[in-house]
């Protein structure tokens, strides 16, 4: 299978890394020690970051299927052949995307509870904030999607005297996911990395609990350097997923 | 039946027209087609044969004037659209299969999401009509697969599939190669032997003297000639339609 050859390309990408910070090691000050897997200490610092990555996962997964279903519901009526129906479309696109998705959890956090009178966790807090902000760019890229589908498929749709939801849902919609699997790929690698904005607000994930330990063991670029790596393999393997199921999807098509 | 509506007509046009921004595509048209009728239309492009056909079907809307299908008057309505759209099968020039979907799938969805025929039944179906155009041995692959005369055959079997009354056909040969025309003719030719009430816009007039109970010649949006095929042939009244004869006939 071919996500093997993408993993092993991601694992020299990493080795030629780890060697090139060896190498500039020799000026710096490295103290490998605080995350060395040969000392009980170095173990438990390790474990401790590592664990941040069950959070980064569950809070980016979480967010973009949000942000995907969102994000089709607000593409939707920008497809309408009718202004007012569009402007719901343009006016929830324009407004979200211009905020700042750390300046979003912030609101979503410390603002929302007080506007709502609700008491939001960190989890939900971070997922709504991120969920919200990425919904925008689906919602553009769901429509462009749509659009990029040629009109004689709707017209045979109509045809057949399909309805709406079964063109859009056997036509049009398993067509247009196969052309906006790239930029949907984009963006669940975007969101992998923006999750480690949550952090600001207290979330558990792997910015986080490397932040913290460099607070308890001053071991600021050891600690990064890791954190640095984590990111990395992360969003090999979530590109190389990407890759395979594109692939995966045009075999079924056979064009 | 709608009161207003001879009751021998399965369509009929009152003085349609339509505008495409300042561009009249139809003037006033007046058509109507008994059941079993078989109408070619032709004309030049840009004269408003595909407009019209696509009218009947409501896939453009109409501005003035009123269609009837069956005695349902086409309006906004949806129900009225797809009360008429059931009875309507429709082949484009392009094909348009999905690209995604098996043929069989292609055949299947309609009978299923909209007849609600069980999977079973719809698949019997398909196969009965697969057979009918002569390739159920190509039921599993996808359209990109097929050559362009088996692509616009499945999306024959596509529409009858949903067992319309009406067959539209809007240049179902044009963007076919040459050696793939006659197959296509022919499973019309097959159809048109059934009693299927058919209008037929193409330039083929081979097939049109063939099959066709009447012929339409179309200009500028208008319906300048209408005649059976004897009379249309060999006496066309109009100057308009003597050139046009002429100049697709000379070869």
Same mark, same amino acid.
């Given at each position: ?255 | ?147 362009? =005369?088996?692509?616009? %055959? !499945? *999306? ?9 009354? $009406?067959?539209?056909?809007?240049? #179902? ?32 007039? =081979?097939?049109?003297? %063939? !099959? *066709? ?9 208008? $319906?300048?000639?209408?005649?059976? #095929? ?22």
């Amino acid at each position: 299978m071919n996500i093997f050859k993408h993993i092993s390309t991601a694992r020299t990408a990493l080795l030629i890394l780890l060697f090139g910070f060896a190498v500039s090691g020799c000026s710096a000050n490295w103290g490998w020690y605080v995350v060395s897997p040969s000392t009980e200490q170095g173990r438990i610092n390790l474990g401790f970051l590592l664990g941040g990555l069950k959070y980064t996962l569950a809070l980016s997964i979480t967010a973009i299927a949000i942000s995907v279903v969102v994000g089709l519901l607000i593409a939707l009526p920008g497809l309408s052949e009718k202004r007012p129906v569009r402007a719901i479309n343009r006016v929830y696109v324009e407004l979200v995307r211009a905020v700042p998705i750390l300046v979003l959890i912030l609101w979503v956090y410390y603002g929302l509870p007080q506007i709502a009178d609700i008491s939001i966790s960190v989890f939900w807090a971070g997922v709504i904030a991120l969920a919200l902000s990425d919904s925008a760019f689906q919602a553009e890229i769901f429509r462009a999607g749509i659009q990029s589908i040629d009109k004689g498929q709707h017209e045979a749709a109509q045809s057949i005297s399909l309805n709406y939801t079964d063109t859009m849902r056997y036509v049009i919609l398993p067509q247009a996911l196969r052309r906006i699997l790239p930029p949907l790929g984009n963006q669940l690698v975007y969101m992998l990395k923006m999750s480690s904005l949550v952090s600001v607000i207290g979330m558990q994930e792997l910015t986080r609990r490397a932040n913290e330990l460099v607070v308890t063991e001053y071991r600021p670029l050891e600690v990064y350097t890791i954190l640095v790596l984590e990111y990395l393999v992360l969003i090999l393997i979530v590109s190389a997923g990407v890759r395979w199921l594109e692939r995966r999807l045009r075999s079924d098509e056979r064009q | 039946m709608n009161a207003m509506t001879p009751s021998n007509q399965l369509i009929v046009l009152e003085d349609v027209s339509k505008m495409f921004g300042d561009f009249q595509a139809l003037k006033d048209v007046n058509l109507t087609v008994k059941p079993g009728e078989k109408v070619v239309v032709c004309g030049p492009s840009g004269s408003g044969k595909s407009t019209m056909i696509r009218c009947i079907n409501r896939l453009e809307r109409h501005e003035r004037g009123r269609i009837f299908v069956d005695g349902v008057e086409l309006t906004d309505k949806r129900t009225d659209i797809d009360a008429v759209r059931g009875e309507v099968g429709m082949v484009f020039q392009q094909f348009n299969l999905f690209p995604h979907l098996t043929v069989l799938e292609n055949l299947t969805l309609g009978p299923l999401r909209v007849r609600k025929l069980s999977k079973a039944d719809a698949e019997a179906r398909a196969m009965d009509y697969l057979a009918k155009v002569h390739i159920p041995e190509q039921a599993q692959k996808y359209p990109s697969q097929l050559s362009g =005369g088996q692509q616009q %055959r !499945v *999306a024959i079997a596509r529409s009858l599939c949903m067992e319309p009354r $009406i067959m539209l056909f809007d240049e #179902p040969t044009s963007a076919l190669d040459p050696e793939m025309i006659s197959e296509v003719l022919d499973v019309m030719s097959d159809l048109a032997e059934t009693g299927m009430t058919m209008i037929v816009v193409t330039h083929e007039m =081979g097939f049109a003297r %063939r !099959v *066709a109970d009447t012929m339409v010649f179309m200009d500028a949006g208008e $319906i300048v000639e209408k005649a059976p #095929p004897e009379t249309f042939f060999t006496k066309p009244r109009s100057e308009r339609c003597q050139t046009f004869l002429q100049k697709i006939l000379a070869h």
